[in-house]
C-alpha cells in the first residue's frame, strides 16, 4: 500500500526512481512513469522525467536503445547499477538512523 | 477528440527547451504526453525544466546569447499567462531559429503518410524534418544539409532528396536522421518523385523519363531500371507534382512548362510505361496539383486559378473527364510563388482544393460527375512560399520563403 505523492511531496531523488525501475528492465518513459507510481507512488510528470534522463544519460549512467515506434526504451549500464547500489546502501543507513531518532521518545530525564 | 488548452500548453512547453535538448528529446516526450494524463502541473513542471535546461551549459549555443534567452524565456512564460484565453485562437506558431541561418527561401515540403511528419528544404540544401501532431504547435526535430526536393516514404521511415544527387536518409528516428544510401550520379537530373503506397519503391522523375528504385531496404537501394540514355539536362523542364495510385500501378507526374499530366503504367516496376498525357488546364503560372481519389479511379486536376478536373482513370490508357469545376477568380492574381494544391478526404468523399495558400475550398466528390461546393475559407495569407495538404486532406502546411518556419493550418 502506498500513499499517493506528488513530486512536490517527494523525498526520493528522480535519478533512484528512475534507476530502479530500469534494474529490472529496460522501458521507455512511460512505462518508467507508470512503473515508479507502482513502486513508489510517486506519480512523476513527464519534465521531471525527461530532466532525469537526460542527466542520467550523459553521465552514462542509462543508455538508450533503438526507437520502436516513436519510443526509445533505456537501460541501466553497470556504472548506473553500481551508482543505483551505493544510493540504496546511504538510503539504507539514513533510514535507519531516521527510524531509530522518530521512535517514541522517553521521558527525558532530568 | 480535441486536445485540451492543458495538452495544447504543455505541447508548447515542449518547444522551449532549447534546440539541442529538442533535437534529441522532442519526438520522445511528445510522445509520452500523447499518454499521459496532462494537467496544470505537468504544465508548470514542463516550464521549469525548459527554464532549467535552457540555464544548462551543456544544452547553450553561445555564453553571449544566455542572458538574452533566459530573458526571452521569462518573457514567453508572461507572455503565455496573460494570453492564455487568446493563444488558442492563434493560428501559427513559428520557432525561433533566429540566429542560425540565412534565411533563404523554402523550396521543398513532403508530408508522411500518417500527416505528423513534415521535412521541409530552404536555402541551398538545409532539410528540416518536424512534428505536427499538434498543429498548432510544430516542432522541429532535426537538421541536415542534403538538397531543395524532397520525398519522404508513407510509412515514415524513408526520406529522398535530390541534390547533387538523389540520396536516400533513414528517418525511422527522425531526431537523428542517417544518410542510408545515394543513388547513381545521373540522378542529379531527376525533379519529381514519389515513393509506391506499400513504401518500398522510389519512382524518380525526369524530363522523359521515369527511374524505378527499390528501396525496401534504404541502405542498399535497388535499380530496377536502366539509366537513361540521354538525361535531359535542362532544368526548364522541371516537372511538377508526382504521385502513385493508391495500389501502385501508376504514377501521374506532371510535367513543366504547362498544365499536363502523364500516367505511366508501373505494372511492371522493372519498365514504366507511358500510357496517355492529358492537358488540364491553360491558366498561367502551369503550378497546378493532381490527387489520386483513394479507390484510384479518379484523378483530380487543378489550375492556380482554381479550374478543377476530376477524371475517370479506370482505364488509365483512355482517361475521360468525369465532371469539371470553376470556382472563379481567386483574388490577386497569381504569380510565381503560388500554386494550387489537391488531396481527397480519406473515404473520398471530400476533396480540399487550396489556391494560392489564401484559400481553401472544398469539394463534395461523393457523386464523381456531380461536385458540389461545400465551403470556402479565406484564411490569412502565409506569404509566398511552399505549401501542400496532408495526405487526409485536413491540414494545410505552409513554409514560407524567407523565414526557416513552418506554419500548419487545419481545416
Given at each position: 500500500m502506498h500513499t499517493k505523492f506528488d513530486e512536490s511531496g517527494r523525498f526520493a531523488d528522480p535519478s533512484v526512481l528512475i534507476l530502479t525501475s530500469l534494474a529490472e528492465s529496460p522501458k521507455h518513459g512511460y512505462a518508467i512513469m507508470t512503473d515508479v507510481a507502482e513502486f513508489s507512488g510517486v506519480a512523476m510528470e513527464p519534465g521531471t522525467l525527461y530532466g532525469a534522463l537526460a542527466r542520467l544519460e550523459r553521465q552514462g549512467w542509462i543508455t538508450p536503445m533503438a526507437t520502436e515506434v516513436r519510443r526509445r526504451p533505456y537501460q541501466i549500464t553497470a556504472a548506473g547499477r553500481s551508482v543505483l547500489a551505493q544510493q540504496l546502501q546511504s538510503m539504507r543507513e539514513i533510514a535507519r538512523v531516521g527510524q531509530a531518532r522518530t521512535r517514541p521518545a522517553r521521558p527525558a530525564s532530568a | 477528440m480535441n486536445p485540451t488548452w492543458a495538452e495544447r500548453l504543455a505541447r508548447r512547453m515542449v518547444g522551449w527547451y532549447p534546440r539541442r535538448w529538442r533535437e534529441r528529446y522532442a519526438e520522445e516526450i511528445l510522445e509520452v504526453l500523447d499518454q499521459h494524463q496532462v494537467s496544470v502541473r505537468t504544465v508548470v513542471n514542463l516550464a521549469a525544466n525548459a527554464a532549467a535546461t535552457r540555464l544548462d551549459p551543456a544544452y547553450r549555443p553561445a555564453t553571449s546569447a544566455t542572458l538574452r534567452r533566459f530573458l526571452r524565456t521569462g518573457a514567453a512564460l508572461l507572455a503565455t499567462v496573460a494570453a492564455m484565453p487568446a493563444a488558442f485562437v492563434g493560428v501559427q506558431l513559428a520557432f525561433?531559429?533566429?540566429?542560425?541561418?540565412?534565411m533563404t527561401g523554402a523550396h521543398g515540403l513532403a508530408v508522411s503518410g500518417d500527416g505528423r511528419l513534415v521535412a521541409t528544404s530552404s536555402g541551398a540544401s538545409r532539410v528540416r524534418l518536424w512534428n505536427i501532431t499538434d498543429p498548432r504547435h510544430p516542432m522541429l526535430l532535426s537538421h541536415f544539409d542534403a538538397g531543395t526536393t524532397l520525398a519522404v516514404s508513407p510509412d515514415a521511415h524513408t526520406l529522398a532528396v535530390i541534390g547533387k544527387r538523389v540520396t536516400l536518409w533513414n528517418i525511422t528516428d527522425p531526431t537523428r536522421p542517417a544518410r542510408a544510401a545515394a543513388l547513381p550520379?545521373?540522378?542529379?537530373?531527376?525533379s519529381a518523385m514519389a515513393f509506391a503506397p506499400d513504401s518500398r519503391s522510389l519512382a524518380v522523375g525526369y524530363h522523359g523519363g521515369v527511374l524505378v528504385y527499390d528501396v525496401t531496404d534504404p541502405a542498399r537501394p535497388r535499380s530496377l531500371t536502366p539509366p537513361p540514355r540521354q538525361p535531359a539536362d535542362?532544368?526548364?523542364?522541371d516537372i511538377g507534382p508526382s504521385q502513385f495510385s493508391p495500389d501502385g500501378r501508376l504514377l501521374a507526374i506532371k510535367s513543366g512548362g504547362s498544365d499536363q499530366v502523364t500516367l505511366w503504367s508501373l505494372a511492371d516496376r522493372s519498365a514504366p510505361r507511358s500510357l496517355t498525357t492529358v492537358v488540364f488546364g491553360h491558366d498561367e503560372p502551369p503550378f497546378g496539383d493532381l490527387a489520386f481519389s483513394p479507390d484510384g479511379a479518379t484523378l483530380a486536376t487543378a489550375t492556380v486559378h482554381g479550374h478543377l478536373t476530376l477524371w475517370n482513370v479506370t482505364d488509365p490508357a483512355s482517361p475521360t473527364v468525369a465532371s469539371s469545376m470553376d470556382d472563379g477568380p481567386v483574388g490577386p492574381a497569381p504569380d510565381a510563388t503560388v500554386g494550387s494544391v489537391l488531396a481527397f478526404s480519406l473515404d473520398g468523399r471530400t476533396l480540399s482544393s487550396v489556391l494560392g495558400s489564401v484559400r481553401s475550398v472544398r469539394w463534395d466528390v461523393t457523386d464523381r460527375t456531380r461536385c458540389r461546393h461545400v465551403d470556402d475559407l479565406t484564411r490569412a495569407d502565409a506569404g509566398p512560399g511552399s505549401f501542400m495538404l496532408t495526405p487526409d486532406g485536413r491540414a494545410l502546411v505552409s513554409a514560407a520563403h524567407g523565414a526557416d518556419t513552418l506554419h500548419v493550418w487545419t481545416l
Open positions: - | 525561433g531559429e533566429e540566429t542560425e541561418f540565412g550520379e545521373y540522378t542529379r537530373h531527376a535542362d532544368s526548364s523542364h
